[in-house]
């Protein structure tokens, strides 16, 4: 008797949780890191390369709205960090005329965001990891293309309704292609789009599901090469422009409370902002800036992301003999 009345007060506290988490146009996150991406990102680095990065990630949360998109909450003071290390290889070898390449992501995050919820507290910790084992790109004259798979493997810490969490605790496929134009002959001036698509299942020893959701991510950008003192070679390059992204929810995510299961309203975000990239061809060193503004939240956070990358390339070519 005493387990069966424990289990009915169970039920009643999840069902009057998620609730008041559906009234508060509650939301999952995906895995998906708006801000990875954006000049030339339909664009794949070049063959036979080895790249070591060292990514800084930081979201500022400055509101958080509703469904109409109006301002639920003001000055949620949240802010996720993301970083660790990673690495990026293309190869010679062809799959139906693209480079296979193929990349790896092991991240520590603190303050990890889960949904809507703002008391998301937790300090820097191993997070779920970030694995892309295809990557196809082709390069023609005036547009070059990418086709990926990627997973996020639930590596980071995960407990159903705790409040320090460092992971999603879900597996997650994600399918993503774009495409880079140049607009003239000498690949300087160029846009992007890439779209990925996200699957998640369900979360650790839950039946709670994150929708689906489509990330498009990309700018319009201009490239100029700065030449050594004899105006014979390149010495460095910089990349700079404009960039944006857009992510939408596609499907509802799906709450169990009871006998019930809730589906809250679809989210999304817009956001626009600037990118400048450094390589110095010398070091084949690179850093790279990313920082958006976003714009037209509904059901989520809205803020301002900002992205740091630091990069060394190293050249897999076998030198040719004489």
């Not at 890191?33 to 080895?50: D, F, R």
């Not at 290390?85 to 296979?100: E, M, P, Q, R, T």
Request: hydrophobic share 40%; net charge neutral; aromatic share 14%.
């Amino acid at each position: 008797m005493k387990t069966i009345i424990n289990q009915n007060l169970k039920s009643i506290f999840l069902l009057f949780f998620f609730f008041v988490c559906f009234l508060g146009n509650a939301q999952l996150k995906g895995g998906h890191i708006l801000g990875a991406m954006g000049l030339q990102s339909g664009t794949q680095t070049p063959a036979n390369t080895l790249s070591v990065y060292v990514p800084g990630y930081l979201y500022d949360a400055c509101s958080l709205r509703d469904a109409n998109g109006d301002k639920s909450i003001a000055n949620p003071d949240i802010t996720m960090f993301l970083t660790g290390a990673g690495a990026n290889y293309v190869s010679d070898f062809k799959i139906l005329g693209a480079n296979y390449g193929a990349t790896i992501l092991v991240a520590f995050a603190s303050n990890t965001i889960q949904g809507n919820t703002i008391d998301s507290k937790n300090s820097l910790a191993f997070t779920d990891m970030y694995v892309q084992p295809l990557q196809l790109g082709w390069h023609n004259k005036r547009a070059d293309f990418v086709f990926s798979y990627q997973m996020y493997l639930p590596t980071g810490r995960f407990t159903a309704g705790a409040s320090d969490n460092a992971g999603l605790g879900m597996f997650i496929n994600e399918f993503s292609a774009g495409t880079t134009l140049f607009f003239n002959d000498k690949k300087t001036f160029h846009f992007s789009v890439l779209a990925s698509y996200e699957i998640n299942s369900k979360k650790k020893d839950t039946d709670i599901k994150t929708g689906d959701i489509l990330s498009v991510e990309g700018g319009l950008g201009k490239t100029f090469y700065m030449l050594n003192a004899e105006k014979t070679a390149p010495k460095s390059i910089l990349n700079a422009g404009l960039i944006y992204y857009f992510q939408y929810k596609v499907s509802n995510d799906k709450i169990p409370a009871g006998n019930f299961v809730l589906e809250p309203d679809k989210d999304q975000i817009g956001g626009l902002g600037a990118e400048v990239n450094y390589l110095h061809i010398g070091c084949m060193t690179s850093a790279g800036l990313r920082w958006v503004s976003e714009f037209g939240a509904e059901s989520r956070f809205q803020g301002s992301t900002f992205f740091l990358t630091l990069a060394h390339v190293f050249s897999l070519s076998k030198e040719k003999k004489g």
